[in-house]
């Protein structure tokens, strides 16, 4: 992947977005070691940009240093559930003021977004070769829904913390969806939390959507363990 030459100004940005492109699609891999030489060369930019890229990284958890070396972030079965009990508690909570907040506007929006991933549930391919950018377009319905429910609840700051939290276990989510019936189980889980928010029910939406993240943190420790992830 060669990025060419950019704006100055926008390199780092540049390197920011590759880099991060690299780790969640698992084209770097968890302990990996990661230098400014070998990426600048990969990227086709200069060192200092990558230097930028990386402390944004860090401050982000995708990328640790150790000893003076620094590697791909490792997440751990304990960090996970740690991270879950904050999504329970954070998203649980937007749901509720989505329940409250919500305009006429943003019911058909919300509408339009659980539709969209019952339309791409149903279009599940037969073929292998086919499935993983079917996955890749799963992701996205479920992304756009989820925007959805921050932007009914006016709630940037949430959004920016939930979005962090995401990116640190956003590699394990497509070994995640392989499952089976766990996408079937998801539209599901999601319709429950928007019939409660398009109904006005707050106390009903904040419980539908912490049993859909209680069932999705069950699932995500399943396959941490079957992959032999870090306890703690």
Not at 27 to 51: C, F, H, K, N, W
Not at 70 to 84: A, D, P
């Amino acid at each position: 992947m060669t990025l060419g030459t950019v704006d100055n100004k926008n390199a780092w940005e540049h390197a920011y977005e590759a880099i991060q492109g690299l780790i969640l699609r698992m084209e770097v891999r968890p302990g990996e070691a990661v230098t400014e030489m070998a990426l600048s060369q990969r990227l086709g930019l200069s060192r200092t940009p990558v230097r930028e890229a990386f402390k944004k990284l860090e401050q982000e958890g995708l990328i640790v240093t150790t000893n003076h070396r620094k590697r791909v972030y490792i997440l751990t079965i304990q960090e996970m559930e740690e991270i879950f009990d904050l999504k329970i508690c954070l998203e649980g909570t937007v749901a509720r003021w989505a329940a409250e907040r919500i305009s006429d506007g943003q019911r058909e929006k919300l509408r339009a977004a659980l539709g969209r991933m019952r339309h791409v549930a149903a279009r599940r391919p037969a073929d292998a070769a086919r499935e993983q950018p079917w996955l890749e377009e799963w992701l996205r319905s479920d992304q756009q829904f989820h925007d959805t429910l921050f932007e009914i609840a006016g709630n940037k700051r949430a959004r920016q913390v939930i979005r962090t939290c995401n990116m640190q276990w956003h590699r394990l989510k497509l070994g995640m969806l392989t499952l089976e019936g766990r996408v079937e189980r998801s539209v599901t889980e999601h319709e429950a939390v928007a019939q409660a928010i398009l109904s006005g029910r707050p106390a009903v939406a904040r419980k539908a959507m912490e049993t859909h993240l209680q069932n999705l943190r069950r699932e995500l420790v399943k396959v941490m363990r079957l992959l032999h992830y870090p306890a703690v």
